[in-house]
């Protein structure tokens, strides 16, 4: 089946420095990557939506200059945190969607646990 | 109006039992809807997805959807303590993303 590996599981960074989180598809092309962050207790929101090649489409109220997605192969998505402060502490995941012929479409990674201190 | 109600719970029901999950959306327009189960810090896995109206039936998971009414659940039956964690339904409007639910947090009790 479709398989999206996502890293790192977890980081530790220090307030001020930025973080890359990586999404590859192992197994099929990814048209669409969608980035989610999930605070405790919360459901997943969704951050941004990118196609390969293309610009991300950011959520009302998600910084794109803070957070900087890079979708430039069709296996490969990076999200990076600039400028990390305490509050962006969360659990990150990354969602791939390529050939709807795999079931539903949707394939998440395990998600990257981000902690700022 | 959120786009996709949830009651938050915690539903708690007894090992054995039917778990019933439900949750409705906002947007008629809505093709397709997902139920995934998360457990606590892990990435949400896909329990069933349904497009048609009716039942749709996975083991012990059935998928029930009504777009009139705008809802669609999901029981359990045979509820193990393995099955306890959050459920989050999900729906996909004209296939550009998904929306999800805030999830119900389901406790079976053995």
């Known amino acids: 089946g479709a398989v999206v590996s996502q890293h790192p599981s977890w980081v530790i960074c220090k307030s001020g420095t930025s973080v890359k989180i990586e999404c590859r598809s192992l197994d099929f092309q990814a048209t669409t990557m969608f980035w989610y962050r999930q605070f405790p207790k919360q459901s997943l929101m969704l951050m941004a939506t990118?196609?390969?090649?293309?610009?991300?489409?950011?959520e009302q109220g998600v910084e794109k200059d803070k957070f900087l997605i890079n979708h430039a192969s069709l296996t490969l998505s990076t999200l990076t945190v600039t400028s990390a402060h305490p509050e962006d502490s969360s659990f990150y995941i990354c969602s791939a969607r390529g050939d709807r012929g795999r079931g539903h479409g949707y394939t998440f990674g395990s998600g990257t646990r981000l902690t700022v201190v | 109006q959120k786009e996709v109600e949830q009651n938050s719970g915690p539903l708690s029901v007894p090992e054995g039992a039917i778990a019933s999950l439900n949750c409705t959306y906002s947007d008629r327009g809505s093709q397709s809807f997902f139920w995934y189960r998360q457990y606590s810090g892990k990435s949400p896995e896909l329990i069933m997805f349904?497009?048609?109206?009716g039942d749709k039936e996975d083991g012990r998971f059935t998928a029930q959807l009504n777009k009139a009414s705008q809802y669609v659940s999901l029981l359990i039956r045979d509820s193990q303590p393995s099955d306890s964690a959050t459920y989050l339904c999900?729906?996909?409007?004209?296939?550009?993303?998904?929306?999800f639910g805030a999830g119900t947090i389901l406790r079976v009790k053995s």
């Open positions: 349904i497009y048609s109206n």
């Open positions: 999900a729906v996909d409007t004209y296939g550009n993303k998904l929306v």
């Open positions: 990118s196609n390969e090649g293309s610009k991300a489409t950011y």
